[in-house]
């Protein structure tokens, strides 16, 4: 029997249509948190990973990747929620924000299986400049997601690609569900992620040259923490 609900927990403009697109092109309510979706304040620089994909400043940034999100998550039946904790790249304090389980605890639908990212691998070599670690605002949510344990919710976690696909193999730990999806549906996730024309570039040099090899992006996993 499937939950009320399932909610996935996209760190980013982007994250549940590259990792959970068997989650939302399946059956039943599925919702979708963007939690680091804020726009910045008029005039803030481009950041790290924007300056690979984004013209203008920060703001008109953030404001076409969520135009975009939108058009992608659309294809799949699915409307998205936007919380305005900003992108590690414009926070001025390395550092989460202390509100975030509690942020998410207000949104969740009592009942609802909780998908959030399983940051077990850094970003693929090659594809930006930063620390061969997990990106921090994807940990940031991992944390958020397990602590909301305790309030009765069922976490799994999701191999967050392309940063699972490092070396070309998805990563992810011994007895995760693997999805690997099929034709028309590997198809049909290609055409969501194009609708982020913003990021195309970015994600294929991220992906190792491309992102629209099956192996690859056809292929998602989730687990029980």
């Known amino acids: 029997m499937l ?65 975009e999100d939108r058009a992608a998550l659309a294809l799949a039946g ?37 998908l959030a990212p399983g940051a077990v691998t850094p970003m693929p070599g090659g594809a930006v400049v930063q620390p061969a670690e997990p990106h921090p605002d994807h940990l940031a949510v991992r944390e958020a997601a397990l602590a909301l344990r305790e309030d009765g919710f069922e976490v799994e976690l999701y191999a967050d690609l392309p940063h699972a696909s490092a070396g070309g193999r998805l990563a992810a730990p011994d007895g995760a569900e693997v999805h690997v999806l099929a034709d028309e549906a590997f198809a049909a996730k290609l055409r969501a992620v194009r609708r982020y024309a913003s990021q195309v570039d970015a994600l294929a040099r991220a992906f190792g040259g491309r992102f629209d090899d099956s192996a690859l992006l056809g292929r998602e996993a989730r687990w029980k923490p």
């Open 78 to 114: 699915r409307e998205p929620v936007n919380l305005d904790f900003l992108d590690r790249q414009y926070r001025p304090d390395a550092q989460p924000p202390p509100a975030l389980t509690d942020a998410l605890r207000e949104r969740l639908p009592a009942g609802a299986l909780v």
């Open 3 to 67: 939950p009320a609900v399932i909610t996935i927990l996209s760190p980013h403009l982007d994250d549940a249509v590259l990792s959970c697109w068997h989650v939302l092109a399946g059956p039943g309510e599925v919702a979708v948190v963007n939690v680091f979706a804020g726009v910045p304040p008029a005039g803030a620089p481009v950041g790290w990973w924007d300056r690979l994909s984004g013209d203008g400043d920060g703001r008109s940034v953030v404001e076409g990747r969520r135009v």
